[in-house]
């Protein structure tokens, strides 16, 4: 093979190399520019988050999982907690973040919102403490926790939102005041009507039947509304009605079931009513007015989208009904009074078995 021939082959092979050192070279570039954008993106990302967390209003503080360890918490929930932000290595080292239970116990590790999700693997927590802040000072504080998910769903950590809940504590400490002022208040004013209404009566020509009957309907009415106040102005328990209203006349004899349904405030007062009338029915005319009988009440949710709930009152063992020719005060609570009160229905049978009476109330309403 000649010189010329060599040295053309040679060439060819440099142009070769150099060629491909072109393009690794062009791609290593690409790579590198593809890098930087990259982590351009990604700073800028981050610096979006952390301002983002700066101007929340509320304390937030970031964990990861599994360990637990504290990366970081923003400026508000250090002004909150008057301390920098505990670094703790782990899920068993919260206990430096000091924090009482309204019992006056201490708040373990495992009790924090953090520990909840990244160790006992819930997808929320909640709860209410008395934080010791830096300062010595205390205050209350909600922490609120949800974890932190990768794009494959995987848990890689933990954030937990603090508030502070000084200003509704003292609120709710207010309305219990309040709301204890209130139901004194109604007590004496149902003290007072009941004494007018005896008085009143006891120059007429009345017998003391009907006053007992008028003492002890607004006994019930009282009850009711001390059942609210007690509780939530706004809304009562179907249980607790029939037990506060029941259990004065024969509890022991009536058979109550059903699931806890809550019920706006005009509609728990129609149906406390209607259950002493049909209690005190039972007990003078009906099922209760001899050893042998009893009565079975349940009631239930139904529905979903248009949720109503039903109520059954069946009496049997005691004398067959007889249906009333013309309706007393009684009658009319547990019929018309009562749909007029709840918008619902109300059906009633006689059979020799026993009373009946079967009612259905519509709980998407207002109170």
């Known amino acids: 093979m000649t010189k010329d021939v060599l040295l053309d082959i040679s060439n060819k092979e440099i142009r070769a190399d150099n060629e491909r050192l072109k393009r690794e070279l062009a791609q290593a570039i690409a ?11 990604a700073k800028q990302h981050s610096n979006f988050l952390e301002a983002m967390l700066e101007t929340m209003p509320v304390g937030v503080v970031l964990a990861q999982a599994p360990s637990g360890r504290i990366l970081m918490g923003n400026k508000r929930a250090e002004e909150m907690v008057r301390h920098p932000i505990y670094e703790s290595n782990d899920v068993d080292s919260y206990g430096e973040w000091i924090a009482h239970h309204e019992d006056g116990s ?36 909600r922490i609120v926790g949800r974890p932190v998910l990768d794009d494959k769903g995987t848990r890689i950590g933990a954030a937990v939102a603090l508030l502070d809940i000084d200003n509704e504590r003292d609120l709710l400490s207010q309305q219990e005041i309040l709301i204890g002022e209130l139901n004194h208040r109604v007590k004496n004013a149902f003290t007072v009507v009941k004494s007018i209404v005896s008085q009143s009566l006891r120059g007429a020509e009345t017998s003391s039947d009907i006053r007992d009957t008028i ?15 007690g509780s939530r102005w706004d809304r009562a328990l179907v249980s607790d009605i029939a037990h506060d ?9 009536i058979a109550m079931s059903g699931p806890a349904v ?16 049909l209690a005190t029915n039972a007990v003078k ?52 009074v009562l749909v007029a009160e709840t918008s619902g229905s109300v059906s009633i049978e006689y ?5 009946t009476w079967h009612l259905e109330v519509p709980l998407m309403q207002e109170s």
Do not use: C
């Open 262 to 277: 809550e019920l706006p405030s005009k509609t728990a007062l129609a149906l406390s009513m209607a259950f002493y009338e």
């Open 31 to 41: 790579a590198r520019a593809a890098d930087a954008r990259t982590a351009g993106a």
């Open 106 to 141: 201490r708040v373990e590790s495992h009790e924090y919102p953090l520990s909840q999700i990244i160790r006992g693997g819930k997808d929320y927590s909640e709860i209410d403490v008395q934080y010791q802040r830096g300062d010595g000072s205390t205050f209350w504080m």
């Open 215 to 229: 003492d002890a309907r607004l006994e019930a009415y009282a009850t009711a509304h001390a059942q609210l106040i």
């Open 351 to 355: 059979p020799e078995t026993g009373f």
């Open 285 to 336: 005319h009906g099922s209760l007015s001899v050893p042998e009988g009893q009565v079975t009440l349940t009631w239930n949710q139904v529905g979903s989208d248009k949720a109503s709930l039903v109520i059954d009152w069946k009496e049997q063992g005691g004398p067959p009904p007889v249906k009333a020719e013309r309706k007393g005060f009684g009658s009319k609570i547990i019929d018309r």
């Open 245 to 253: 209203t029941i259990g004065r006349i024969a509890e022991d004899r």
